[in-house]
């Protein structure tokens, strides 16, 4: 069989920008490298914030979510937003017994941040 003479086994891409979501439902950051991991992006997603009933919050429900910035150094992660003091996060958790949390239907494990991080 012969492939159809539009289709070729030859694909092109251009990549216009790199972008990783570190917080789920908070600004992006634009980057110039990244590095690629079992489950994409490395510290795309890393992160969610969760309320007490340890289920995650979307932007769809709080969309001023959408204002909070994280800045990712080589210690850990900042997160900045209106009206609020500089979080800063380290990259590894210091709870290391992880929790449960919910996102949409599926049970992930999850880690605490801290009291700072819940404030």
């Known amino acids: 069989m012969t492939e159809p003479p539009c289709v070729s086994g030859e694909v092109q891409a251009r990549v216009a920008g790199l972008y990783v979501y570190p917080v789920k ?25 969760v309320d007490a009933q340890s289920s995650f919050l979307t932007q769809r429900q709080w969309p001023r979510m959408a204002l909070v910035r994280p800045r990712i150094g080589p210690d850990g992660l900042t997160l900045n937003a209106p009206g609020m003091p500089p979080l800063h996060l380290p ?11 919910q996102v949409w239907q599926h049970t992930v494990n999850a880690w605490d941040a801290g009291d700072a991080a819940a404030q």
């Open 25 to 49: 439902s908070c600004a992006g950051v634009a980057l110039d490298t990244v590095q690629l991991g079992p489950a994409g992006l490395a510290l795309d997603r890393a992160w969610m914030v």
């Open 91 to 101: 990259l590894e958790p210091a709870e290391k017994k992880p929790l449960c949390a």
